[in-house]
Nanobody, 126 residues
Framework: QVQLVESGGGSVQAAGSLRLSCLAS??????????MGWFRQAPGKEREFVAA????????YYADSVKGRFTISRDNAKNTVYLQMNSLKPEDTAVYYCAIGGRNWYLLGVGDFGSWGQGTQVTVSS
């Protein structure tokens, strides 16, 4: 069983940057390397896909709304996945979650990921 803990959220003005981290514990990535994803959920809205990365970081996927502004990466030696967020907009305000990809993770749906972390709040002011 893997536990995920997100960190790095906060409040920032529009056009600013934040770097989110997702630390995995329980089973290290070196023993159980899996695809990972970042999702977000704004108040009153459904959880949505943001970015995903395959087991070795050679392939990445992004929602159109964040493409060119966000970068997902991973350091398997540190059991950590990152989300670098640049040029932030007020519409990026949400709770951000990381999760582990399942068998059909490449479909990039909420139901294709599991073992969700508790989330970290990102607030972008105009």
């Amino acid at each position: 069983q893997v536990q995920l803990v997100e960190s790095g959220g906060g409040s920032v003005q529009a056009a600013g940057s934040l770097r989110l981290s997702c630390l995995a514990s329980g089973r290290t990535f070196s023993n159980y390397v899996v695809p990972m994803g970042w999702f977000r959920q704004a108040p009153g809205k459904e959880r949505e896909f943001v970015a995903a990365i395959n087991w070795d970081g050679s392939s990445t996927y992004y929602a159109d709304s964040v493409k060119g502004r966000f970068t997902i990466s991973r350091d398997n030696a540190k059991n950590t996945v990152y989300l670098q967020m640049n040029s932030l907009k007020p519409e990026d305000t949400a709770v951000y979650y990381c999760a582990i990809g399942g068998r059909n993770w490449y479909l990039l749906g909420v139901g294709d990921f599991g073992s969700w972390g508790q989330g970290t709040q990102v607030t972008v002011s105009s």
